[in-house]
């Protein structure tokens, strides 16, 4: 199956995205900490352009700890690069000096031009369901978005103001025409930022299966108490007769395992995971 979503609300916001770009000073381009590479948007780079910029790693509590320092090393060699969770962090603390100090030049530049207060304008990017909601109303102490848990909350450019110093630009998340690579594809669908009805859940759960008996082999025998085998399908089969999950002819009930696999790695049921790991590195 190959998946692609690109509605027409994407390329409306992409437009608009376009057209706002000259007014701001700084795009903040959220990411995904649980997949770093997976989570950039091609097309966003592109617009973005020769913008200053400040690449925020979102969701890190959720995030594998020593996974996230390794790409917090690797995407600073390239760019200024942070890690936070709107959830547990103070992300006004976290990103304001950043900003002033990333556009110090151009504070500077207008302080001698006689202007006492520059406010400072960013817009927020990234994919969809990666925080930039959350991560808005968190950096402005407000609820002032809308935020769910689901892709493709956000529809229109929204403004909200911090102070005088700096007003944030919310936008709705936005993905690419072709994914060229299905893994990541899968990685998108997987983490939820590609909306449910777009990929099959058989192939999702095959795959996630294959990547966590890969590298996080004891996070599943934790969790399930299974013994891993070879074969991916056998150990789905597995955790539907641990449960007791089973239809007509006393077959597992594979579609309810699905469901339950794919719920316990969107929340932290399996703990702290990181999807892209240090082969992708090679791609940066
Ligand atoms: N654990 C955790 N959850 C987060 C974090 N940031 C955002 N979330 C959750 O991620 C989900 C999506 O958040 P939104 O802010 O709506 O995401 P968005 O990027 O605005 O999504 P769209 O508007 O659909 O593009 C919500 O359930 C948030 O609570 C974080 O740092 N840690
Ligand atoms: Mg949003």
Same mark, same amino acid.
């Given at each position: 199956?190959?998946?692609?979503?690109?509605?027409?609300?994407?390329?409306?916001?992409?437009?608009?995205?376009?057209?706002?770009?000259?007014?701001?000073?700084?795009?903040?381009? !959220?990411?995904?900490?649980?997949?770093?590479?997976?989570?950039?948007?091609?097309?966003?780079?592109? =617009?973005?352009?020769? &913008?200053?910029?400040?690449?925020? =790693?979102?969701?890190?509590?959720?995030?594998?700890?020593?996974?996230?320092?390794?790409?917090?090393?690797?995407?600073?060699?390239?760019?200024?690069?942070?890690?936070?969770?709107?959830?547990?962090?103070?992300?006004?603390? =976290?990103?304001?000096?950043?900003?002033?100090? !990333?556009?110090?030049?151009?504070?500077?530049?207008?302080?001698?031009?006689?202007?006492?207060?520059?406010?400072?304008?960013?817009?927020? %990017?990234?994919?969809?369901?990666?925080?930039?909601?959350?991560?808005?109303?968190?950096?402005?102490?407000? $609820?002032?978005?809308? %935020?769910?848990?689901?892709?493709? %909350?956000?529809?229109?450019?929204?403004?909200?103001?911090?102070?005088?110093?700096?007003?944030?630009?919310?936008?709705?998340?936005?993905?690419?025409?072709?994914?060229?690579?299905?893994? %990541?594809?899968?990685?998108?669908?997987?983490?939820?930022?590609?909306? #449910?009805?777009?990929? #099959?859940?058989?192939?999702?759960?095959?795959?996630?299966?294959?990547?966590?008996?890969?590298?996080?082999?004891?996070?599943?025998? &934790?969790?399930?108490?299974?013994?891993?085998? #070879?074969?991916?399908?056998?150990?789905?089969?597995? !955790?539907?007769?641990?449960?007791?999950?089973?239809?007509?002819?006393? &077959?597992?009930?594979?579609? &309810?395992?699905?469901?339950?696999?794919?719920?316990?790695?969107?929340?932290?049921?399996?703990?702290?995971?990181?999807?892209?790991?240090?082969?992708?590195? $090679?791609?940066?």
């Amino acid at each position: 199956m190959n998946i692609n979503w690109y509605p027409g609300h994407m390329e409306k916001a992409k437009r608009q995205m376009s057209e706002q770009l000259k007014l701001v000073d700084i795009v903040i381009e !959220l990411r995904d900490a649980r997949m770093p590479l997976s989570s950039a948007n091609p097309m966003l780079d592109k =617009l973005i352009g020769t &913008k200053p910029r400040l690449l925020v =790693l979102t969701k890190k509590d959720m995030a594998d700890p020593v996974k996230t320092e390794y790409w917090l090393n690797e995407l600073n060699k390239k760019e200024p690069c942070i890690a936070l969770s709107a959830l547990n962090d103070n992300v006004c603390k =976290l990103v304001v000096g950043r900003v002033k100090e !990333l556009l110090k030049d151009k504070l500077e530049r207008a302080k001698r031009r006689g202007i006492r207060k520059k406010v400072l304008r960013a817009m927020v %990017v990234g994919i969809p369901n990666v925080g930039k909601s959350t991560f808005i109303n968190a950096l402005t102490f407000s $609820k002032a978005t809308k %935020v769910e848990n689901r892709p493709g %909350v956000t529809r229109n450019l929204q403004w909200v103001r911090l102070n005088e110093d700096l007003e944030l630009l919310d936008t709705p998340g936005v993905l690419w025409p072709k994914f060229d690579d299905q893994t %990541v594809a899968l990685k998108l669908a997987l983490l939820a930022a590609i909306s #449910d009805h777009i990929a #099959d859940k058989r192939e999702l759960a095959l795959f996630a299966m294959d990547y966590l008996k890969k590298h996080y082999p004891m996070a599943l025998e &934790k969790r399930y108490g299974i013994t891993l085998q #070879d074969a991916a399908m056998s150990n789905l089969e597995a !955790l539907a007769i641990q449960k007791n999950w089973l239809i007509a002819g006393g &077959k597992p009930d594979l579609d &309810k395992t699905y469901d339950m696999f794919l719920t316990d790695i969107r929340s932290e049921a399996l703990g702290r995971i990181t999807w892209d790991d240090e082969d992708a590195g $090679k791609y940066i």
